[in-house]
Nanobody, 124 residues
Framework: QVQLVESGGGLVQAGGSLRLSCAAS????????MGWFRQVPGKEREFVAC????????NYADSVKGRFTISRDNAKNTVYLQMNSLKPEDTAVYYC?????????????????WGQGIQVTVSS
């Protein structure tokens, strides 16, 4: 089992940057595939990015491709989401997630563990 805690959210102007961190407790962080999702009120949780266990393979939603970068540091049990060129439509609660299964990683249903979420607000 793993516990996930996000940090780094906040308020930023359009065009600015934020870096989210997700610290994982428990053992064997390197055995988990990690994902970032986001959700706005009244909408389903939306895939943002995912990364494989070694960090050598990543995948992004089209809406964030070229602006966001997911990475991980297995020595620190942490996964990151660097967000650049932020837009007001990026405003959401961002969630970190983890799974041991490598399939369907763009679906929230693939993930067993979730952080509590952190607010990101981009002002225009």
């Amino acid at each position: 089992q793993v516990q996930l805690v996000e940090s780094g959210g906040g308020l930023v102007q359009a065009g600015g940057s934020l870096r989210l961190s997700c610290a994982a407790s428990g053992r064997m962080f390197s055995t988990y595939y990690m994902g970032w999702f986001r959700q706005v009120p009244g909408k389903e949780r939306e895939f943002v990015a995912c990364i494989n266990r070694s960090g050598g393979s990543t995948n992004y939603a089209d809406s964030v491709k070229g602006r966001f970068t997911i990475s991980r540091d297995n020595a620190k049990n942490t996964v990151y989401l660097q967000m650049n060129s932020l837009k007001p439509e990026d405003t959401a609660v961002y969630y970190c997630s983890a799974t041991t299964r490598p399939s369907l990683l763009r679906s929230s249903l693939a993930y067993d563990y979730w952080g509590q979420g952190i607010q990101v607000t981009v002002s225009s």
